[in-house]
């Protein structure tokens, strides 16, 4: 049985106004990824219909609508809803029902099926195995969302271990359950703290901050931080949504260019980037963007050191 046909079965029954993307996704990425999608399915959500599920497909679908009722509060009125952590916190991210059955499972699988999204990830996962020919001994993940993103580089790179931080409890209990049941449990841990005030020494080969720079009051400050836990010469992943309303969202990017600006003037370079769009169809500036740069820390110059 293949467990996406028969997910896509219950998704079309249930809600089939969100029917359109996954068959989108389908065509564009075809069945490498159906198949890829499929085993995520069943390692999270078990290999044929059941409870669990009808619970993944209802988080997804009320992903979704507060997604787009979001956006149409961002696209009438031109900014976010949230303008501090205070007001998410309580509501979203410590929230047990909000992130255990809407907004973790939702965005899991939205990394597959929201086209824009799939693309950045294959991007990043292209990307990541340019730039490191040589084995990588470790890497974080600095915000770890539902832990795509670790998952990825531990499926990637088989000998590599990584550390995953968040001050979301239930951020960082998703992740280490999908960490396990892809099997990569022992070369993962999780750690609830703030990187700004707790990790004082560099020590990652990688640094990932993927989609948590529009979730900060002052995002250009966390930049810097993550600027001091990486190591001289070692690469960075930063990316943040732009013009992309979401209930948790706080800081406004409105365009590409201020990411870039906010990370250059943290003092990394910039090796690489990418720019994708959801509803291409909109005017540029209420279309839902992310971008991402791949960004380097320089080495630090032994002889200007010692003058």
Not at 109 to 123: A, E, F, I, T
Not at 209 to 220: F, T
């Amino acid at each position: 049985m293949n467990a996406f046909s028969e997910f896509l079965k219950v998704l079309k029954r249930k809600y089939p106004n969100y029917l359109q993307l996954w068959e989108k996704s389908k065509t564009e990425f075809g069945k490498k990824w159906e198949q890829e999608l499929s085993k995520n399915i069943e390692l999270m959500f078990g290999s044929q219909k059941n409870r669990r599920w009808n619970l993944a497909i209802d988080g997804y679908a009320e992903f979704c609508t507060e997604a787009l009722r979001s956006q149409i509060y961002f696209e009438k009125t031109g900014r976010y809803e949230a303008t501090n952590y205070r007001q998410v916190r309580k509501l979203c991210y410590f929230s047990e029902d909000y992130m255990n059955k809407r907004y973790l499972p939702g965005q899991y699988l939205s990394h597959y099926v929201w086209p824009h999204h799939q693309r950045m990830l294959r991007g990043f996962r292209k990307m990541v195995k340019k730039l490191f020919t040589q084995p990588m001994e470790n890497f974080c993940e600095v915000g770890v969302g539902c832990g795509m993103y670790s998952k990825t580089v531990l499926e990637d790179f088989p000998k590599i271990w990584g550390v995953g931080y968040d001050i979301r409890p239930f951020a960082l209990k998703f992740t280490k359950k999908v960490v396990s049941r892809f099997g990569f449990e022992k070369r993962y841990k999780t750690k609830n703290i703030n990187i700004l005030k707790s990790l004082k020494e560099p020590q990652f080969d990688l640094v990932i901050c993927q989609e948590v720079l529009e979730h900060l009051e002052n995002p250009k400050d966390f930049i810097r931080g993550l600027y001091n836990l990486t190591k001289p010469g070692v690469y960075a992943y930063i990316t943040a949504a732009i013009n992309a309303g979401h209930t948790d969202h706080i800081y406004l990017y409105k365009s590409p260019n201020e990411v870039k600006e906010h990370i250059l003037a943290n003092s990394w370079s910039i090796t690489s980037s990418q720019i994708e769009s959801n509803y291409e169809n909109k005017p540029i500036h209420q279309r839902p963007t992310i971008a991402g740069f791949f960004v380097n820390k320089p080495q630090i110059n032994k002889a200007s050191s010692r003058s």
